[in-house]
């Protein structure tokens, strides 16, 4: 059970985006805003095409890119199971596409944290990862500041506003 991708599921965009988007082409689409990225790559998530299985951490690789090759089909995605697993995002109010999306995941020792929404791709916080490995808990995340460095900026936030979303919204994953 993954109540966190259920409910990051239920806050994309509207009902009618939900009813006639897909996860296959959400995650094809690789649109640097989109939740489910965030998902696949914090969970470690299988991306089963027609011609072989994709990890969820080498899936994404730009802007709009995939691992994906010309006529390539998603055909299903398998998320593994997580003691910990939840999706928080800032949505921009007209589209509710993520200003800054964070899905933080704890599968054994190992913790995941991917941003969506920030910068040109989906991309983990390492720092973070690391810090919530050693103690599950908002004090490991004290002083830790995402770098704007190469984080998007646009007539919605800036870059500087968008790291601050981030760290906002791990702590209140976490907390
Ligand atoms: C108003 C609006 C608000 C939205 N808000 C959000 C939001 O808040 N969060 C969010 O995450 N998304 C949001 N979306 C995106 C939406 O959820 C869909 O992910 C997106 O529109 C793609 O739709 P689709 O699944 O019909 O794919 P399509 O539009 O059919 O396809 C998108 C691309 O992927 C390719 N493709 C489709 N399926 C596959 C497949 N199985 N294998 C390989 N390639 C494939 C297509 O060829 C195309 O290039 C929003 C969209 C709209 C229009």
Request: glycine share 10%; proline share 5%.
């Amino acid at each position: 059970m993954l109540p966190g991708l259920a409910d990051l599921a239920a806050h994309i965009g509207d009902p009618q985006v939900r009813n006639r988007g897909t996860i296959g082409g959400s995650i094809a689409n690789a649109d640097p805003a989109a939740d489910y990225p965030a998902a696949v790559v914090a969970l470690d998530a299988t991306i089963r095409t027609d011609r072989r299985d994709i990890a969820g951490g080498e899936f994404f690789t730009g802007l709009f890119e995939t691992a994906l090759r010309p006529g390539e089909v998603v055909t299903s995605v398998f998320f593994p199971a997580a003691s910990h697993a939840r999706y928080a995002k800032f949505p921009n109010p007209a589209s509710r596409y993520a200003m800054a999306g964070v899905f933080v995941a704890k599968q054994g020792d190992v913790v995941r944290v991917a941003v969506t929404g920030a910068g040109p791709s989906v991309f983990r916080w390492h720092a973070a990862e690391a810090a919530l490995a050693a103690r599950f808990s908002t004090d490991a995340l004290d002083g830790l500041v995402l770098a704007a460095d190469g984080l998007n900026g646009d007539m919605h936030a800036d870059a500087e506003y968008r790291a601050h979303l981030v760290g906002v919204l791990v702590r209140r994953i976490v907390g």
